[in-house]
């Protein structure tokens, strides 16, 4: 009974001793190799290492990225701004109304769509940026898009 005591404490020291190796060389490979033939449960952790290593980065990405606003109107058969550009990741809220007309803002690659509003009314939508690539947003609208009611929304 003793010696199980003892082999436990070895097993834990050295399941510590490969978190604090992993966590002070991010993983280096030779010493994580190391620790893993002296100590076989080192893999598990070295796996739950590198997956917590993984979802940080995830994390990071999504702060990096700004939120950025933008306020456009339509009328037949124009949106007031017909370019819009954000970084990959940015959050983008469009706020549209219009000021002539029944419209609304749509953009396929990325789910987004306003309610389609009448002369005064206004909607908003939110979404993720989060491919980077050139893309046209257009009103839906009866046969608005076809008479050039679009715009591009450029992902950088
Ligand atoms: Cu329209």
Same mark, same amino acid.
């Given at each position: 009974?003793?010696?199980?005591?003892?082999?436990? /404490?070895?097993?834990?020291?050295?399941?510590?001793?490969?978190?604090?190796?992993? =966590? &002070?060389?991010?993983?280096?490979? &030779?010493?994580?190799?190391?620790?893993?033939?002296?100590?076989?449960? $080192?893999?598990?952790? +070295?796996?739950?290492?590198?997956? %917590?290593?993984?979802?940080?980065?995830?994390?990071?990405?999504?702060?990096? $990225?700004?939120?950025?606003? =933008?306020? /456009?109107?339509?009328?037949?058969? &124009?949106?007031? *701004? +017909? %370019?819009?550009?954000?970084? !990959? #990741? +940015? &959050?983008?809220?469009?706020?549209?109304?219009?000021? %002539? #007309?029944?419209?609304?803002?749509?953009?396929?690659? =990325?789910?987004?769509?306003?309610?389609? !509003?009448? %002369?005064?009314?206004?909607?908003? !939508?939110?979404?993720?940026?989060? *491919?980077? $690539?050139? =893309?046209?947003?257009?009103?839906?609208?009866?046969d608005h898009r076809a008479n050039g009611?679009? $715009?591009? /929304?450029?992902?950088?």
């Amino acid at each position: 009974m003793p010696m199980k005591g003892i082999l436990t /404490l070895v097993i834990i020291v050295a399941l510590v001793v490969v978190g604090v190796v992993i =966590f &002070t060389n991010g993983g280096d490979d &030779t010493n994580t190799n190391n620790a893993n033939t002296s100590n076989a449960n $080192g893999a598990t952790e +070295d796996d739950d290492a590198m997956m %917590e290593d993984k979802n940080t980065n995830e994390v990071m990405e999504e702060e990096t $990225g700004e939120t950025k606003t =933008f306020t /456009l109107t339509g009328e037949p058969y &124009t949106f007031s *701004q +017909d %370019e819009i550009r954000v970084n !990959v #990741g +940015d &959050t983008v809220t469009i706020n549209f109304s219009s000021t %002539e #007309g029944n419209h609304d803002w749509v953009l396929d690659e =990325f789910n987004a769509a306003t309610d389609e !509003v009448s %002369e005064g009314e206004s909607d908003s !939508v939110t979404f993720v940026a989060d *491919q980077a $690539g050139t =893309f046209e947003f257009y009103c839906s609208v009866e046969d608005h898009r076809a008479n050039g009611m679009v $715009g591009t /929304l450029i992902v950088e």
